[in-house]
């Protein structure tokens, strides 16, 4: 199912007036929002300008994909740019390392907004990324990862963890009773940890490269 029934009542939108931004009728909406028609390409990008989120986020997938070029322009220009009711400010909250283990510094550093829409359901907060150990999922260096907070990994999702104290971001895979931390780089090697030995953080739902 997709998030676009969610995404419209969140900003307060009718049927009508957002078949009117898509130049589509009411009957036109109600089919997309209850997946009896799928989004044809040129409707998805229209609503990924509409409503400032990633393509995979409407569509109710959960794997990290970087929002298009003008949409993250509209994400990371200045909060008064955006409708208050529309943003949410979430903090950022330090660096987490994508290649090997290094100490975040959890103090809040910045607010960056995010569409109101994106996190109304959960705890979240950004952290920049250092290193490269994920670009094979589009992770680059010097991005930031927004994190829903979850302490049960669902698997093969991209995870923040602390490993004592230490924090990385890593894909998830149960190994009996291990846990394999794997990057998507293959210069990197995964890790394999005892689930005692790590505290789940949060999860990956979006990735923002800096401009």
């Not at 999702?157 to 990385?168: A, F, Q, T």
Request: glycine share 10%; with cysteine; aromatic share 6%.
């Amino acid at each position: 199912m997709n998030r676009l029934k969610e995404l419209r009542r969140a900003r307060g939108i009718t049927q009508d007036a957002l078949g009117d931004m898509l130049g589509v009728k009411k009957a036109a909406v109600c089919k997309y929002e209850t997946d009896r028609v799928a989004l044809p390409a040129h409707i998805l990008l229209r609503l990924v300008d509409i409503f400032g989120v990633s393509a995979d986020y409407i569509l109710g997938k959960d794997e990290v994909t970087p929002l298009p070029k003008h949409a993250r322009e509209r994400l990371h220009g200045a909060e008064a740019s955006m409708h208050g009711a529309d943003a949410v400010a979430v903090p950022l909250v330090g660096m987490v390392h994508a290649g090997e283990p290094m100490l975040a510094d959890e103090n809040i550093t910045d607010y960056i907004p995010v569409a109101a829409g994106e996190v109304y359901d959960g705890d979240y907060f950004f952290m920049e990324v250092v290193g490269d150990c994920m670009t094979g999922d589009h992770i680059a260096e010097g991005s930031y990862v927004l994190i829903k907070r979850e302490q049960e990994p669902r698997e093969g999702r991209i995870y923040v963890v602390r490993l004592g104290d230490e924090v990385l971001l890593r894909r998830i895979k149960r190994i009996k009773r291990s846990i394999a931390l794997i990057p998507s780089n293959p210069a990197y090697d995964p890790m394999i940890v005892g689930e005692g030995d790590i505290n789940i953080i949060g999860r990956v739902v979006e990735c923002r490269i800096r401009l």
